[in-house]
């Protein structure tokens, strides 16, 4: 499971739990190019960063975030567990200056649900910041410093060709201790880790915590290929195995953030599944690993279904460019600009077919709509029905049934018990539930009755059992 700084989920996966990062630190001195330009500096045998981190530190920032805890609930219910309310806690990530005006790159989870974000830069000024645009899906935020100067910045590189054994080093703020560097290796290219449905991350060895979050990857050259975001640990620490989200989709979400607060993504409409070797065999589809994406499920009204896609259909390719799977297939259509005629390589009954789709926009981050969900206010969370749209949307398993948790309170007990918007909640203690009156009507019983809530939770197609402890619980 992966978990974005600085909560910490008590959910695990496989036996590690999957922590987010956050850390960096800015600087303020005029230049008027990138500070990671081209260099003439000779690469030796053995690593020596020292001249690089130099020349790129003063553009790396430290991200502080404030929040205040809400009040009691009409039912005097606590909304932020063991915080009292109108207290302000604070948090701290990292980020970077990718322009000479104060444009801040960072992550989403390193901002979300803040009240007031400053950042501190290498020689030491605190400038607040304005959130100029978030978007969740790739986990990536924009902010704008004002300087009296200009600011010294990094460029991000076009594409990312970093291969495995590569030298890499991370900058941040781990622990809020400051800028701090940290070197290693790329370990893997395309890690699915479970955070999104277009995750492509660069995976590395170079040791990053709590507080990297939002920093920058350098490769050798001084290049930015990425921005630091996640751990797989079992303790919470490094151990050797970090992700970084790849500076192409870096630099087109803060592109479209930067313009208009929000990145507008292609929207298809179907659900679709991974073909393993005995759907290729049944299907025959010959080699599983070039096969595409398998339909499971095409949403009602959508693009898919005006253009005739069905449930069986093999997506192979869209616009000449190979499908190798679901993942594959999301990012393709999601880079693709809404009212794009997009043209599919389809299998249909062992015919090869060619489909255009006019795609439409992909719909809204929010999971539901406020008055379409249910909030829980005894544990802190919204609950919504699950349905076509948000199946085909979130990619759910056509047999998945019961509710989907369309919004989490920040410093709730479902928070602090590591639930996050999408879980669906199969069901309450050892009852299934298929509606969110339902849902809410159980957790409501539990917290009247102060027990802790056991919620039977299905995510990354893993299901398992998560206790919340409720306020009035013990």
Request: without cysteine; proline residues 6%.
């Amino acid at each position: 499971m992966t978990i974005y700084a600085p909560s910490i989920s008590r959910l695990a996966r496989a036996g590690l739990v999957a922590a987010l990062l956050a850390s960096s630190a800015l600087v303020g001195i005029g230049h008027a190019a990138p500070v990671n330009g081209p260099t003439t500096a000779q690469v030796s045998t053995v690593p020596d960063f020292a001249d690089l981190v130099a020349r790129v530190k003063p553009a790396v920032v430290s991200v502080t975030t404030k929040m205040t805890a809400k009040p009691a609930s009409d039912d005097g219910t606590p909304m932020m567990q063991g915080r009292r309310p109108g207290r302000v806690s604070e948090a701290r990530g990292s980020g970077f200056i990718v322009s000479a005006d104060g444009i801040v790159v960072t992550n989403n989870h390193v901002v979300a649900d803040a009240q007031s974000v400053s950042v501190t830069l290498d020689d030491g000024r605190e400038l607040t910041a304005k959130v100029l645009g978030r978007d969740a899906r790739s986990d990536i935020a924009v902010l704008k410093i004002d300087s009296k100067t200009d600011l010294p910045y990094l460029a991000l590189a076009e594409t990312v060709t970093a291969r495995p054994g590569e030298w890499v080093l991370a900058l941040g703020n781990p622990f809020g201790l400051g800028g701090t560097v940290t070197a290693g290796i790329v370990s893997a290219r395309g890690r699915n880790i479970g955070a999104g449905p277009y995750d492509d991350f660069i995976q590395v060895d170079a040791p990053i915590n709590h507080g990297n979050s939002g920093g920058p990857l350098f490769n050798q050259a001084g290049q930015v290929i990425g921005v630091n975001t996640a751990i797989l640990s079992p303790s919470g620490g490094s151990i050797g195995i970090g992700f970084a989200i790849p500076s192409d989709m870096v630099k087109k979400v803060v592109a479209e953030l930067q313009s208009s607060g929000h990145v507008t993504r292609g929207y298809l409409g179907v659900e679709t599944q991974q073909i393993d070797r005995g759907l290729a065999a049944a299907l025959h589809l010959g080699n599983v690993e070039t096969a595409g994406a398998l339909v499971a499920a095409v949403a009602p009204d959508s693009p898919a279904a005006k253009a005739g896609l069905q449930a069986g259909d093999v997506l192979r390719a869209v616009d000449g460019h190979k499908l190798a799977d679901p993942r594959a297939l999301a990012r393709a259509v999601a880079d693709l600009r809404p009212g794009t005629d997009a043209k599919f390589d389809v299998l249909r009954d062992g015919e090869a077919k060619s489909i255009t789709v006019a795609l439409a926009a992909m719909p809204s981050d929010r999971t539901a709509d406020a008055g379409a969900a249910d909030k829980q206010d005894g544990i802190g969370v919204a609950l919504a029905p699950i349905t076509p749209q948000l199946r085909a949307q979130m990619d759910l398993p056509a047999s998945a049934k019961g509710v989907i948790i369309a919004g989490i309170e920040p410093g709730s007990p479902a928070e602090q018990a590591g639930l996050k918007e999408g879980d669906i909640i199969l069901g309450v203690g050892s009852r299934a539930v298929t509606t969110p009156a339902e849902a809410a009507g159980r957790i409501r019983q539990a917290v009247k009755a102060g027990e802790n809530v056991a919620l039977r939770v299905l995510r990354d197609g893993r299901a398992g059992y998560v206790a919340v402890e409720t306020p009035s619980a013990g």
